[in-house]
Structures are given as structure tokens and as C-alpha cells.
């Protein structure tokens, strides 16, 4: 198993930016595709972004390309996640996951596909 906690959430205004962080323990996360999920009030869990393994590839929901970039660093056990021209729509609460794989890939976009989350950090946008 292996504890995430993330960090860097609160308050923005619309078109701001935000960096949050996600810190694993237990376990090195090279054996770990990574990724942040969201989940708003009322609305069921969203994947926001999965990066591999080694961080070579990754995957973007629509609604943030372009806009959210996450990155990752197995030797400080850390994921990232770079948010820009934030939207009221990006208000929610955002989860790192982590999947174990033996795969170099990335699509990996429902969070039944997880087997570690963290606690969740709120990022609320206003208008």
C-alpha cells in the first residue's frame, strides 16, 4: 500500500492558477501510474489527468487540456499538478491516485482502476 497526502489547495479567482502536490509514502512510486481525480458536490468522481509510470506519457480530460499540467517525481515520491486559467467549473475537491501497473501507460481514466487515494484537497474558483 502506499499513503498519499496532498497539498496546495484554496481559493482562487477565475483565472488564477494553483499547484498542487501529492506525497507518497509506503512505497516507491515507479511501480505506480499516477493521477488526480476531482469530485464536485453532487457529481460523481472525475479523472482530471493519469501520467505513467515513468511520467513519459499521459492523459488529459478534455475539459483541462491545455490548461492543467501534471508532472511527477520519483525520487522525491511527489506528483504535481499545475493548474491555469482556473475556471468556476474546476471547484471541487482533488484526489491523487495512484494504480499500481506493470504497464508504461497511462490510459487509465475510472477510479475503480485505483487501488490508493489520498484525502483530498479543496479548490474552489470564483467568478
Known amino acids: 500500500q502506499v499513503q498519499l497526502v496532498e497539498s496546495g489547495g484554496g481559493l482562487v479567482q477565475a483565472g488564477g492558477s494553483l499547484r498542487l502536490s501529492c506525497a507518497a509514502s509506503?512505497?516507491?512510486?515507479?511501480?505506480?501510474?499516477m493521477a488526480w481525480f476531482r469530485q464536485a458536490p453532487g457529481k460523481e468522481r472525475e479523472c482530471v489527468v493519469v501520467i505513467s509510470r515513468s511520467g513519459g506519457s499521459t492523459y488529459y480530460a478534455d475539459s483541462v487540456k491545455g490548461r492543467f499540467t501534471i508532472s511527477r517525481d520519483n525520487a522525491k515520491n511527489m506528483v504535481y499538478l499545475q493548474m491555469s486559467s482556473l475556471k468556476p467549473e474546476d471547484t471541487a475537491v482533488y484526489y491523487c491516485?495512484?494504480?499500481?501497473?506493470?504497464?508504461?501507460?497511462?490510459?487509465?481514466?475510472?477510479?475503480?482502476?485505483?487501488?490508493?487515494w489520498g484525502q483530498g484537497t479543496q479548490v474552489t474558483v470564483s467568478s
Open positions: 509506503g512505497r516507491t512510486l515507479d511501480r505506480y501510474a
Open positions: 491516485g495512484a494504480k499500481f501497473t506493470y504497464s508504461g501507460g497511462s490510459y487509465y481514466p475510472t477510479s475503480e482502476q485505483y487501488e490508493n
